[in-house]
């Protein structure tokens, strides 16, 4: 891939501001509508929020690494940027759509490039039914609360409540509790891509509860719908050697 335009992004963060100084200075900087690429400058925070804005463009996405952990960015480099990003590695990745419904019978919907979390929002423990293809599979969960993450978000959020890193390529989805109680023993469960899964809250007058696609914030919620939406493509993009796949099998022998 030949790159001539490139529009870079930055964080609020001191480094990323100074990066971006330098590297536009350096290689110019096109509009975001009419560039081949995107250069994100932050850590992965900052890169699912340039995936989240630069959806309605057709652009690929690649991030360097101006915070901490870094796990969807590339080591930072201003020396021959245009040859890394012609050579880079590219991967598609397709986000959850979450529909949540409040108590209050609002609904909002919103995509979640690494995970839907749902959790409680007072002292007491939540009390969740969860549904697969329409058919319940826990009648009560009690715990603080659930996850479902998608195979490019399985490090993150998901893996430090214990659930499983999922191949990026795998057509899977990992439901994931969070302190289960009741259950005790229950580790979760791996689902296939197509599976929708849907979680009530159980007495959520008393055990109000939560629901966070990403950065997108619900409170109440009495009913969350999640699927992956194949109809959204984000396209990042990786060092040769150095991509998400191998980053996903490195992190399970760390």
């Not at 019978?105 to 007072?122: D, F, P, Y």
């Not at 979680?199 to 009913?223: G, N």
């Not at 396209?235 to 998400?244: A, N, R, S, V």
Request: hydrophobic share 45%; with cysteine.
């Amino acid at each position: 891939m030949a790159v001539q335009r490139i529009h870079f992004t930055a964080s609020d963060a001191p480094d990323a501001q100074q990066s971006l100084q330098s590297l536009v200075k350096l290689y110019g900087q096109s509009p975001a509508p009419e560039a081949d690429l995107i250069v994100a400058l932050g850590g992965d925070g900052f890169m699912l929020h340039t995936l989240h804005d630069t959806l309605h463009l057709s652009a690929p996405v690649y991030g360097m690494n101006r915070g901490t952990v870094g796990f969807l960015m590339n080591d930072y480099s201003e020396a021959d940027l245009p040859a890394r990003l012609a050579a880079a590695e590219r991967y598609v990745i397709h986000p959850l759509k979450m529909r949540a419904t409040t108590v209050h019978g609002l609904t909002t919907e919103a995509l979640a490039i690494n995970e839907v979390s749902l959790l409680r929002s007072t002292y007491q423990a939540s009390r969740l039914r969860i549904l697969v293809d329409g058919r319940e599979r826990m009648p009560m969960l009690i715990c603080d609360g659930v996850i479902v993450a998608t195979p490019a978000g399985s490090t993150a959020y998901n893996l430090s409540a214990h659930g499983p890193i999922l191949p990026l390529e795998a057509d899977m989805m990992a439901l994931t509790p969070v302190a289960a109680f009741r259950p005790r023993r229950w580790r979760g469960a791996i689902l296939p891509r197509t599976a929708q899964v849907t979680i009530e809250v159980l007495d959520s007058l008393k055990r109000p509860v939560l629901a966070v696609a990403d950065s997108t914030e619900v409170r109440q919620v009495a009913r969350v719908e999640v699927a992956f939406h194949n109809a959204v493509e984000m396209e990042l993009l990786f060092d040769q050697g150095h991509g998400l796949s191998e980053r996903l099998l490195r992190e399970q022998f760390s």
